[in-house]
């Protein structure tokens, strides 16, 4: 508007010259007012051409500001953008769409920063899980390995205790077989010039009269023949039979017949079978036990 009142004004100025006459200080003011309009002219165009410029920079800044509030309208959480009044001039209206904009940012950027730390914690609390983790595990390898210590130390005793079972059962053998041994008695009866042929006894001392022999004794020889005995288990016989139940015997060994059940007893003569009643104290004095009959 302005321009166009000071090209009019020009206009009328120079026709006022022309009607009163063309004289010397006319002829300056023409050429003042010319120049003067052609400076107006460019600047009026400078002008324009600088305000198609801003126009073009606000539109472009609209739709960057657009962009980045449709890119941010996306993002849940955020405070809600408002359209500017559309009854303001570009730059107002575009300092106002800023405004709102920097509010959602800034709001992204908060909740950036919380998430930030949340991670921040939670990375903290993960260093103390996989420490905790760390010294679980060192804990593991360590008990493993004193189970395989554990292992390794009862696989021996394992091995020392089947020796000491297969030597216990050995030597229980060899207890049951020295037992069994000991266990073992011999007797034999017979008359007493059977016994004398068959080498059991022997007869000492005593006159050697013609018919009799007078303090003889009978005595078991020095060495045994133990074919001639029969072999028994101590603790199994309990009753060693006579051949003859009526006739009478006598022990020449040095068992007792206080430590056996006879039928008829005269001081070391019987008769009947021979009852052992207390075994131990019985083949106490000897295992071979001899038997003459009467």
Same mark, same amino acid.
């Given at each position: 508007m302005k321009m166009s009142r000071l090209a009019s004004f020009s206009t009328l100025s120079a026709l006022a010259l022309a009607a009163c006459g063309p004289n010397q200080e006319h002829i300056r003011a023409d050429s003042t007012a010319a120049v003067a309009a052609a400076e107006q002219t460019q600047l009026a165009t400078q002008l324009a051409a600088q305000k198609d410029s801003l126009t073009r920079v606000v539109l472009q800044a609209d739709d960057f500001i657009s962009r980045i509030d449709s890119s941010m309208s996306r993002v849940r959480g955020l405070p809600k953008g408002k359209r500017s009044d559309k009854t303001l001039d570009p730059l107002a209206r575009q300092v106002e769409n800023r405004r709102v904009v920097m509010e959602r940012v800034d709001a992204l950027v908060k909740r950036a920063q919380t998430t930030a730390a949340q991670l921040a914690k939670a990375n903290k609390s993960n260093k103390a899980?996989?420490?905790? !983790?760390? /010294?679980?595990? /060192?804990?593991?390898?360590?008990?493993?390995?004193? !189970?395989?210590?554990?292992?390794?130390?009862?696989?021996?005793?394992?091995?020392?205790?089947?020796?000491? #079972?297969?030597?216990?059962?050995?030597?229980?053998?060899?207890?049951?077989?020295?037992?069994?041994?000991?266990? #073992?008695?011999?007797?034999?009866?017979?008359?007493?010039?059977?016994?004398? #042929?068959?080498?059991?006894?022997v007869r000492e001392g005593g006159a050697n009269l013609l018919l009799a022999h007078p303090g003889r004794t009978l005595q078991i020889a020095r060495t045994i023949p133990t074919d001639a005995f029969t072999t028994v288990d101590s603790r199994e016989i309990k009753v060693i039979p006579m051949p003859?139940?009526?006739?009478?015997?006598?022990?020449?060994?040095?068992?007792?017949?206080?430590?056996?059940?006879?039928?008829?007893? #005269?001081?070391?003569?019987f008769r009947g079978n021979l009852k052992i009643a207390d075994a131990t104290r019985f083949w106490a004095p000897s295992k071979y036990l001899v038997v003459v009959e009467q």
């Open positions: 899980l996989l420490a905790q !983790i760390a /010294a679980d595990s /060192a804990m593991i390898a360590d008990l493993n390995a004193t !189970i395989q210590r554990q292992t390794l130390e009862i696989a021996g005793l394992s091995s020392r205790i089947d020796s000491l #079972k297969t030597a216990g059962e050995q030597l229980a053998s060899t207890l049951a077989n020295v037992e069994t041994d000991n266990a #073992k008695v011999y007797y034999v009866v017979g008359r007493e010039d059977e016994l004398v #042929k068959r080498g059991v006894i003859d139940s009526t006739r009478h015997y006598r022990i020449v060994s040095r068992q007792s017949l206080d430590n056996a059940d006879v039928q008829e007893r #005269k001081k070391n003569t």
